[in-house]
Nanobody, 127 residues
Framework: QVRLVESGGGSVQAGGSLRLSCEVSGDTFMRKFMGWFRQAPGKEREGVAVIYSPGAQTSYADSVKGRFTISQDEGRNTVYLQMNTLKPEDTAMYYC????????????????????WGQGTQVTVSS
């Protein structure tokens, strides 16, 4: 089993920054793929950024490339999402997710590919 606990959300003005944290506990082999997803009211959950083994490779949604950075601190069992130059359209509940494997790398930013989820942390960006 894997337990994921997000923190770091909040309210910020457009152009500001936030850093989300996801504290991970449980079976190491269950978290080869670690991702951040978000869901705005009335919209589907969408992938934002993923970090995966081997070699801490990363993948980002086009909408956040150049603004968001995903990283991990294996010693602290924590995955981070640094969000810069935030926009009102980034407003959403942000979720941390983990998966042991994916049938295809094309599913990296697809919520259906992940079977462990945190409770989420709210990010609100005002204009």
């Amino acid at each position: 089993q894997v337990r994921l606990v997000e923190s770091g959300g909040g309210s910020v003005q457009a152009g500001g920054s936030l850093r989300l944290s996801c504290e991970v506990s449980g079976d190491t082999f269950m978290r080869k793929f670690m991702g951040w997803f978000r869901q705005a009211p009335g919209k589907e959950r969408e992938g934002v950024a993923v970090i995966y083994s081997p070699g801490a490779q990363t993948s980002y949604a086009d909408s956040v490339k150049g603004r968001f950075t995903i990283s991990q601190d294996e010693g602290r069992n924590t995955v981070y999402l640094q969000m810069n130059t935030l926009k009102p359209e980034d407003t959403a509940m942000y979720y941390c997710a983990a998966a042991k494997s994916l049938t295809s790398l094309s599913l990296l930013l697809t919520a259906a590919g992940y079977n462990h989820w945190g409770q989420g942390t709210q990010v609100t960006v005002s204009s």
